[in-house]
């Protein structure tokens, strides 16, 4: 079965420090995956997905099949990244086909 | 191009009870997927709609029921409803396409349901 794990629930860094938001994950086939962020009181959105290799707001992740790991990271932290973090995993096969599996999320305070 | 919409946004329901939540997708896309989201717990999958028809379901009771209707908007019904039914429903829209490639998902706001 696939699961996505996300160890912090909660992270706190201060203006300008790098950040990193850990995700793990399990899964049998050819893992395609996504972090999704929900700024206060708005929608879940997309943030960035690995088969695209962007960086998007300066956060980047990397996939690490070795390690099962697909972590995310800003070297730079700002007020605005304050929010709630998802990393997720796309079911490309079975009976679960499109199945988005999310991990339990992580909050991010930047403090000034 | 519109996002996508959901109603009603609050919902106060009686254990027991059924429930209809509704979405309207994202112009051009054609497939959409539900999400229960408990207090503290990431999204859930509940099931997918393409074309219609049911493309995927996670792990939930049959009491939970969906339809996609021709202009891709979808209901999602649920029955004998229990307390632990309480929580946000998400929907999320997309685009599925050839080799069965799908484009990012649009999210909802969500319905909050609350059973009482």
């Known amino acids: 079965a696939q699961r996505v794990t996300q160890p912090e629930k909660l992270l706190s860094v201060f203006k300008g420090a790098p950040v990193e938001l850990k995700c793990n994950y399990s899964?049998?086939?050819?893992?395609?995956l996504f972090w999704y962020v929900q700024y206060s009181r708005q929608r879940l959105q997309l943030l960035l997905r690995?088969?695209s290799r962007e960086s998007i707001k300066g956060f980047t992740a990397d996939l690490n099949k070795g390690e099962t790991s697909f972590h995310l990271k800003k070297p730079f932290a700002q007020e605005e990244d304050s929010a709630m973090y998802y990393c997720?995993?796309?079911?490309?096969?079975?009976?679960?086909?499109?199945?988005?599996?999310f991990g339990q999320g992580t909050i991010l305070t930047v403090h000034p | 191009e519109t996002g996508v919409t959901q109603s009603p946004t609050h919902l106060i329901k009686t254990r027991g009870q059924q429930v209809t939540l509704r979405c309207s997708s994202q112009?051009?896309?054609?497939?959409v997927s539900w999400y229960q989201q408990a207090l503290g717990q990431g999204p859930q999958f509940i099931f997918q709609?393409?074309?219609?028809?049911?493309?995927g379901r996670g792990n939930f009771p049959p009491r939970f029921s969906g339809l996609q209707f021709p202009n891709y908007s979808s209901e999602l019904n649920v029955n004998a409803l229990e307390l632990d039914d309480s929580a946000l429903y998400l929907c999320?829209?997309?685009?599925?396409?050839?080799?069965?490639?799908?484009?990012?998902?649009?999210f909802g706001q969500g319905t909050r349901l609350t059973v009482v």
């Open positions: 999320a829209s997309s685009l599925l396409g050839r080799l069965r490639k799908s484009t990012e998902a649009f």
């Open positions: 899964y049998s086939g050819s893992p395609e």
């Open positions: 690995h088969i």
């Open positions: 997720a995993l796309l079911n490309a096969g079975g009976t679960s086909y499109g199945k988005l599996t």
């Open positions: 112009s051009g896309h054609n497939t």
């Open positions: 709609y393409y074309r219609e028809e049911e493309n």
